[in-house]
């Protein structure tokens, strides 16, 4: 996906040029992963270096199920491996906590006809959360897994954050992303 094409979906744009239809037209449907945050920049504590292979083995089985790959960047580029193993994601710069925020992540949403999302990046406290919460609150059903969920303190899934994940996603806390629907799929095929 070209720079300019990325702008669109980042200035809110209300007219997308063809290439960034033609890419939502071929690539319709009910689930869409969405990563945000992951810049290549940070140093990753151990932990997080796992989460983020974790995003990365993610990214890869959805490309193979041609599940869309959307990534929100706050303007720092996203972690290389991520990139590599989505090959050609929809990307977008952000400058908000909420990646809905005057953006077109929703209209590319609706054009993808997506019901579901999956979220995962940095950080579960801020940008993870409010994009979650505002998603939800558009009515998509969101689902996410401790394991694809980068910052904080897990002391916080005890305070509100913790009860909106618990109560408004499907959040796997005991931290098994492969327990996501999109794999289940997988085995009924």
């Given at each position: ?114 019901k579901e999302i999956i979220v995962g990046g940095f ?67």
């Open positions: 996906m070209t720079d300019a094409v990325a702008n669109q979906i980042s200035n809110g744009s209300s007219s997308l040029d063809s290439e960034l239809c033609k890419t939502l037209e071929a690539n319709k449907h009910d689930y869409a992963v969405l990563i945000i945050d992951v810049d290549y920049y940070r140093l990753w504590s151990r932990e997080d270096a796992k989460k983020v292979k974790n995003m990365r083995n993610l990214v890869s089985s959805v490309y193979n199920q041609k599940i869309p790959i959307i990534f929100s960047e706050f303007g720092l580029g996203t972690e290389e491996s991520l990139i590599r193993a989505a090959r050609k994601p929809i990307r977008f710069t952000k400058s908000h906590e909420n990646a809905f925020y005057n953006t077109n992540l929703q209209y590319i949403l609706e054009k993808l006809e997506t950080h579960i406290a801020a940008c993870v959360y409010y994009t979650s919460r505002s998603a939800v609150e558009r009515g998509f059903k969101v689902h996410t897994s401790k394991d694809i969920l980068i910052g904080g303190d897990y002391g916080l899934m005890h305070s509100e954050i913790g009860r909106f994940y618990r109560n408004n996603t499907n959040f796997i806390e005991k931290g098994n992303y492969k327990s996501l629907p999109i794999f289940e799929r997988d085995d009924k095929k």
